[in-house]
């Protein structure tokens, strides 16, 4: 088997070169119809009418990011398919549809973007992105133009029925096979497909569970595998993967067929927040007319929706009261941390909705008004009181540039901290104004802030503002500012003193 896959490894390579524009389009035709479900089109929208009546009706307001559905014959998943897709308002338009499945017929090297046509069902020709697939084959080496391994893949065409019965309007596909079974390679996909997981786009990640346990462990098996899932958690995912396999479960040769896409899902979700993971349904092949219960194959249709975060008001207010709690906060955290290792338990529903809004912030840590830390986070993806209560831990165990502080030292501490308001592009660093802006600057992987109350504190110019915090903060070098791209912000400071 090793030898046999080392073969078709080789023979994969000859049909992975980069480039296709001069490539004749051929489209990919039908291959599970007639065999997965029904090759007759007045059939199968009769068919699809009955398994969308059947299946679980939209239980989130928010259209799915993702979704998981099966991929088996219509007579046996289907209707846990159609809950899947029942997630998805039937107006809702995408840009495009990533569709991604594991390979059951070909073990290659990365994963293969199918580059070479549209894809053709009894229901009409759904169309491919060929733009965009053509650009991420060219862009990046872990993708081929491949396919071979399309032409007797069942798991991506079982889903386009599902997607040409269900949505009310016209979408392109971005059809990818993975070939190669690998955190590695699941890593580096999720790291590629990442900036499309948006609202604009859908991704419909096709998987069975279980294979062939009986009935009575396949249901074990395979809700294991789903809490997993909804942990939104790679790592928790591929140990419970290995926990059912040391089971000795019999019958089992696997938990989750697709698992190396279901697994590049969650390399993408899993630092996401506000993400919801719902477990819409689950059914196994014993539980159709046409199942047994002896050897089965399980079913999960999955959701993964983006909650709406509360919006950050453009200017900045806050009562004297939250100051106050926030600076309270801040000191019985470091005291807890420096003493006990612990940190304040918080009850966030007695909090007001400010310190509930999520917001950015950095916290100082002084003693005898020498700096002893000082840590941030610019994104606002956090609740205010939690941001404040992380960011002084990390000032504390962080402070790798300062002396650290001691138990004695407590009644000493002054504490700042500066709440900010949201990022905004400017174009030109004329845009940015000295001592009330702070500046964050990005380029590639490398990024640098300074707060306003830098520019007092230092009395740089504004060129040696910006060129400190390329070369100090960002590592770009002194004038990497300069083809950066340059976001400003306001900051709300205020500490054991006054607001400043």
């Not at 928790?236 to 089971?247: D, P, R």
């Amino acid at each position: 088997m090793k030898a046999k896959h080392l073969i078709i490894a080789a023979f994969a390579g000859l049909y992975a070169e980069k480039g296709s524009s001069k490539e004749t389009l051929q489209n990919r035709k039908p291959y599970a119809a007639g065999r997965f479900y029904t090759n007759n089109p007045d059939e199968l929208k009769v068919n699809l009418q009955e398994l969308f009546l059947k299946s679980v009706q939209k239980k989130n307001k928010k259209t799915p990011l993702a979704i998981v559905a099966p991929h088996a014959g219509y007579v046996f998943s289907g209707e846990v398919a159609a809950s899947a897709y029942n997630q998805i308002d039937h107006g809702c338009k995408f840009e495009r549809v990533f569709v991604i499945g594991s390979s059951h017929t070909n073990s290659f090297s990365g994963a293969s973007v199918y580059c070479s046509g549209n894809f053709e069902t009894p229901l009409g020709t759904v169309e491919v992105d060929l733009e965009l697939a053509r650009q991420l084959v060219t862009e990046n080496n872990i993708l081929k133009n491949y396919p071979e391994a399309h032409l007797h893949e069942h798991s991506l065409e079982v889903q386009l029925p599902f997607l040409q019965y269900h949505l009310h309007s016209d979408f392109k596909i971005v059809p990818v096979i993975i070939g190669s079974s690998t955190a590695e390679t699941a890593k580096k996909l999720a790291a590629i497909f990442k900036p499309y997981l948006n609202e604009k786009n859908l991704f419909v990640i096709s998987s069975d569970f279980s294979h062939y346990p009986d009935y009575k462990d396949a249901n074990v098996a395979d809700q294991a595998t789903a809490e997993a899932i909804k942990t939104n958690n790679p790592a928790k995912l591929i140990a419970a993967l290995e926990s059912n396999q040391k089971k000795n479960i019999s019958g089992l040769v696997t938990s989750l067929c697709g698992w190396s896409s279901v697994l590049t899902l969650l390399y993408m979700t899993e630092k996401m927040p506000d993400l919801t993971v719902d477990l819409i349904q689950y059914k196994n092949s014993g539980d159709s007319l046409y199942g047994d219960k002896e050897r089965v194959v399980g079913y999960y249709a999955i959701s993964f929706s983006h909650e709406e975060a509360k919006k950050q008001p453009d200017e900045l207010t806050m009562s004297d009261e939250d100051k106050k709690y926030l600076l309270n906060l801040a000191h019985e955290t470091v005291k807890e941390y420096i003493l006990k290792g612990i940190t304040p338990e918080i009850d966030p529903t007695e909090l007001s909705d400010t310190l509930k809004t999520p917001y950015g912030a950095f916290v100082t840590l002084y003693t005898n008004h020498i700096i002893r830390g000082c840590v941030g986070r610019i994104d606002a993806n956090l609740p205010l009181w939690k941001v404040v209560k992380l960011m002084t831990v990390s000032a504390v165990t962080q402070n790798y540039r300062f002396k650290t502080i001691q138990p004695d030292q407590l009644n000493e501490l002054e504490i700042e901290i500066s709440v900010l308001t949201p990022l905004k592009r400017i174009q030109s660093a004329d845009e940015f104004i000295m001592g009330k802006h702070g500046i964050y600057m990005k380029k590639e992987n490398y990024t640098g802030t300074f707060l306003p109350q830098v520019a007092d504190k230092t009395g740089w110019t504004k060129e040696e503002f910006l060129g400190h915090c390329a070369h100090d903060k960002a590592g770009i070098g002194w004038k990497g500012w300069k083809t950066a791209e340059l976001y400003t912000y306001e900051a709300l400071i205020f500490g054991d003193g006054e607001e400043k």
